[in-house]
């Protein structure tokens, strides 16, 4: 885990120079064991960062973002580089973008943290129910150690560590411009069953399983507003003209907002699983953007967010692609 | 069941204007009988076709979509047909894990000059989606206020 004085040491030095702006990390949160990101303009702001595994936000989502600021008329946009903090996972969400030339990458300063994965906040609120006060997570060896109210307690690692990170193939970076600890070795690797149970099933069975889930969505768009491929300036979701989903929460619009949503990150989603942790009523989003990752992988032999050399999946073809299946 | 050997699916179909349309048109001028549960929209090439449309149609009751463009390498447009060939299949995997009947949703390549196949690819796909009855799942429904 990386020594949290050094971190704090290089931030200092990143966001005193000039041709940055800010240095998007992560702080304390305000209660629990929770972790927030933490936007640090001056030196002496970079004492608050820390890591450890409760960082799960994914901050690439905000590099969009700021990319997005309007500018008012007269003013210049400042030009400067954005500096960001970004696991194993994260970082395939700047490979991604870079592939897409969302921007470019001079406009970024990536501070890589090797990553031995991260809490699922569910997991341990559920075990430690309403911890008010901050407390502190830390991953010793294979258990999570975590201090609150004066009192320590230890949890087998696999009890509390996030899903997606019992199936992470890039622990280490794959971006940076200065890598925070020593590289990690690869420690999972995904076999897809969770999705391959789910594709056996009958038809029926499928549907039944989705109209459940696509039933309690209440469209709120945080799945959408949290992730780090879903930055087109113009959104589907949101437009009037053609207006492509009605607003109204019913099982019809909910599944066409699904369907949109994950068909928008075929290919392009890098499994950071943000969108399955900021859902509020816990629709299982990775099982939808699981199967287009699978898919791509099966059919295509590509994965998201791994080359920024590698062309968009779907703006790209093969004269041999297969093609049994049409009439 | 009964009211499934009744049941006359509708089919709404995406031709492309250079290829398929042409040859729907051919099966017409040649007086080639087909069942008529197609509604054609005519695109101008089948790489126009947004996976959102499928979804579209699906949702204003269209018990089964048909995209038809150009076979590979005679598209109008040089490609774009690979790339629906792309989109679609991910399309059709993907409904199919949501639960719907992979008959529902099909591709074709049919030229202009084929009529006869443009009547084999409708009962084929009339069939297939009248096997598996009409599609519920994402209908609209009309709200009445
Ligand atoms: S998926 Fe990998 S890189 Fe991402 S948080 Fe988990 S262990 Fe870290
Ligand atoms: S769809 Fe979800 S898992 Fe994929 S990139 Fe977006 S937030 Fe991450
Ligand atoms: S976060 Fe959950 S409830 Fe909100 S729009 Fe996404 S799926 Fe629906």
Redo the contacts between chains.
Sequence with gaps: MVDVNKLREKAKEVVSRDDVRLLIGYRPGTYGFRARPAFVQGPDEADELIFTPACVNNLATYITLEEKLPVPRGQEPDLRKVAVMVKGCDSRALVQQMEEKAYDRDRILVLGIPCTGVVDMAKVEAKFPGVLQRGEIALEGDRFVLSFNGSKEEVPREELVADKCLRCRYPTPLVYDELLDEAVERFADDDYSDIAELEKRAAAEKWAYWEEKFSRCIRCYSCRNVCPMCYCEDCVLDRLQPQWMRRSVDISENTAYHVSRAYHLAGRCIQCGECQRVCPVDIPLMELNRKFYKDVEELYDYEPGTSVENPPLLSTFKVDDREDFIL | MAEKTDFEPNIVAFLCNWCSYAGADLAGTSRIQYPSNVRVIRVMCSGRVN??FV??AL?QGADGVLISGCH?GDCHYM?GN??A???F?????????????PQRV????VSASEGAKWKE?IE??VNGVKE?GPMD?????Q?NW
Aim: net charge positive; charged share 30%.
């Design positions: 996976p959102l979804m579209n949702q590979p490609q690979y790339y060939r792309r989109r299949n991910l399309m059709r995997n993907f409904l199919e894990y949501l639960g719907v009947e099909r591709m074709s390549w690819v084929e796909v598996v799942q994402f209908k609209r429904r709200l």
